[in-house]
C-alpha cells in the first residue's frame, strides 16, 4: 500500500511505482551487502522525480532510473563511498526537512478535492496555483482526509509496530467502493478516477528519452540514492550489531535501479521505514528483501484492481504521515 502513494508523490502511475518496488527490491537483495535493507519507492527520491515528471512527462522517469544506476555503478567503481563520511549530518537533515515539505505540500490539492488546476514548472508557482483556487475545496474531501490523518497518527503513537497504511488502505478501498456504487450520498476523487483503469503488470517496456537535464537530475538522484541506502544500512546494523558490506550494497543499489528502469521502474533506495519494520519483523538474512519483492508481485495480481477505489484525500493522509515521520 505505501509503494502506490509514493509512486503517486514522485509524478507516476501506481503501476509504475509497484514495478519497482518488486524490481529494485528483488535485485538489491541478490547482489546487495546488507541483510536488512528493502529497496524500493522512497519519499528521498519523490520530490527530485516529481519535478523530472512535470517538465518531462511521466515516460521519461525510467531513464532516469538507468542513468543514475550507472553513476552509481560509476561511483562504486573509483569507491566514493570512502569519501562520503565527510558530508555533514546537518546537510542530510536540511535535505530531509525539505523533501518532507514537498511531499505534504504536494497533497494540498488532494486534501482538498481541487481539481484541474493549471500545472506550473516550479514547485512554489503549484502552490501558489492551489492556494488561489481554494474556495473551491470541497468539504468532504477535506474531511475524509482529517479522518483518516488522524487515525493514521493514533495508530503511529498507539500501535507504531503495525504500519498504519496497511490498515487504512482496506478501508479506504471500502469507503470508495460505496461511493461508487452509489451506497453512500457523496462521491470524491478516486485513484481510478485519476489514472483510469490499474491493471497489474511486471514490466513496461520504457521510452528512452534523452533530455537536457537526465545526466544532472540522475546524478543528484544518484547521489541521494547511496547516502539513503548507505544510512538506512548503517542504521540496521547498530540495531542489530552486524555488519553490511558496503562495497555489495552500491554495486547492488546500482543495479537495482538500471534493472528497475529497463521494467518501465522509477529510481529506487533503502528505505528506512520499511528496513526498520523488516528488522522489528524477525528478518536475519537479505532473504526477506527477496520475499517482500515476490509477495509484492504476487499481492499486485490479486489485489490492485481493488486500489482504483482509494480516495485520493485518503492517500494524502498516508503521504503527509510520510513527511511527518521524515521530519
Known amino acids: 500500500p505505501l509503494s502506490i502513494p509514493l509512486a503517486v508523490a514522485a509524478g507516476v502511475s501506481p503501476t509504475t511505482g509497484l514495478i519497482t ?24 527520491l519523490s520530490g527530485v522525480i516529481a519535478s ?14 538507468i542513468t543514475a544506476g550507472l553513476l552509481i555503478l560509476f561511483a562504486y567503481l573509483i569507491r566514493l563511498e570512502k569519501y562520503l563520511i565527510f558530508i555533514p549530518s546537518s546537510v542530510i537533515h536540511g535535505f530531509s526537512l525539505g523533501i518532507a515539505l514537498i511531499i505534504a505540500l504536494n497533497q494540498f490539492n488532494f486534501a482538498l478535492g481541487l481539481k484541474n ?10 502552490i ?8 473551491n475545496f470541497s468539504l468532504t474531501t477535506f474531511i475524509i482526509f482529517l479522518i483518516f490523518f488522524f487515525v493514521l497518527f493514533i495508530i503511529r503513537k498507539k500501535l507504531p509496530a503495525i504500519p498504519g497504511a496497511l490498515i487504512v488502505s482496506p478501508i479506504g478501498i471500502l469507503i470508495g467502493y460505496l461511493m461508487t456504487n452509489n451506497f453512500i450520498p457523496f462521491k470524491i476523487e478516486t485513484l481510478g478516477d ?35 541506502t548507505l544510512l538506512s544500512a548503517k542504521i540496521a546494523d547498530v540495531a542489530t550489531k552486524t555488519k553490511f558490506n558496503i ?17 518501465g521502474g522509477i529510481p529506487a533506495t533503502a528505505a528506512l521505514a ?23 508481485a504476487l499481492g499486485s495480481f490479486l489485489f490492485l484492481s481493488y486500489f482504483r477505489f482509494i480516495p485520493m484525500a485518503v ?7 510520510v513527511a511527518i515521520n521524515m521530519i
Open 315 to 321: 492517500i494524502a493522509a498516508i503521504l503527509v504521515n
Open 247 to 263: 562495497r555489495k550494497e552500491m554495486f547492488g543499489l546500482g543495479l537495482a535501479n538500471i534493472v528497475s528502469g529497463i521494467f
Open 274 to 296: 520499511r528496513t526498520a519494520f523488516n528488522i522489528k519483523s524477525g528478518a536475519t538474512n537479505r532473504i526477506s528483501a527477496t520475499f517482500c519483492s515476490l509477495f509484492i
Open 117 to 126: 488546476l493549471a500545472k506550473h514548472e516550479k514547485f512554489i508557482d503549484n
Open 52 to 65: 523530472y515528471a512535470l517538465i518531462n512527462g511521466p515516460a521519461s522517469v525510467p531513464m532516469l532510473a
Open 21 to 44: 518496488a518488486i524490481w529494485a527490491a528483488l535485485i538489491a537483495s541478490i547482489f546487495g551487502g546488507s541483510n536488512y535493507n528493502i529497496v524500493g519507492v522512497t519519499g528521498a
Open 194 to 228: 485519476k489514472f483510469g483503469e490499474i491493471k497489474p503488470v511486471l514490466i513496461q517496456i520504457p521510452s528512452f528519452m534523452f533530455t537536457k537535464t537526465l545526466f544532472t537530475t540522475s546524478l543528484v538522484i544518484a547521489l541521494i540514492a547511496i547516502l539513503e
Open 128 to 135: 501558489f496555483e492551489s492556494f488561489s483556487n481554494i474556495t
